[in-house]
């Protein structure tokens, strides 16, 4: 069992930036691939990064791409989005998810979601 919490969200004007952390439970971490994604308003979650288990390979959806930067500390449990450059329609609730495998099949664990807004 992993559990996951994000946290960091929170009101920034255009341009701005924010860090989103995700803190996970258990001792199994490092052998899950994590992923973030977000949900607008009226919108399907979408896919915004991916992040293998060693933190060795990244991916990101071509709308963050250059803004936004997936991380992961191992040895403290706990996976990042750092998001510069922030844009309105950036605003969303986030979440983070854990897989078995990166960028392959289905996220077994998922936090709660923070929430971000940028206004403009």
């Known amino acids: 069992q992993v559990q996951l919490v994000e946290s960091g969200g929170g009101l920034v004007q255009a341009g701005g930036s924010l860090r989103l952390s995700c803190a996970a439970s258990?001792?199994?971490?490092?052998?899950?691939?994590m992923n973030w994604f977000r949900q607008a308003p009226g919108k399907e979650r979408e896919f915004v990064a991916a992040i293998s288990s060693s933190g060795g390979s990244t991916y990101y959806t071509d709308s963050v791409k250059g803004r936004f930067t997936i991380s992961r500390d191992n040895a403290k449990n706990t996976a990042n989005l750092q998001m510069n450059s922030l844009k309105p329609e950036d605003t969303a609730v986030y979440y983070c998810a854990a897989a078995q495998r990166y960028l392959r099949g289905t996220n077994d664990y998922w936090g709660q979601g923070t929430q971000v807004t940028v206004s403009s």
């Open positions: 258990g001792r199994t971490f490092s052998r899950y691939a």
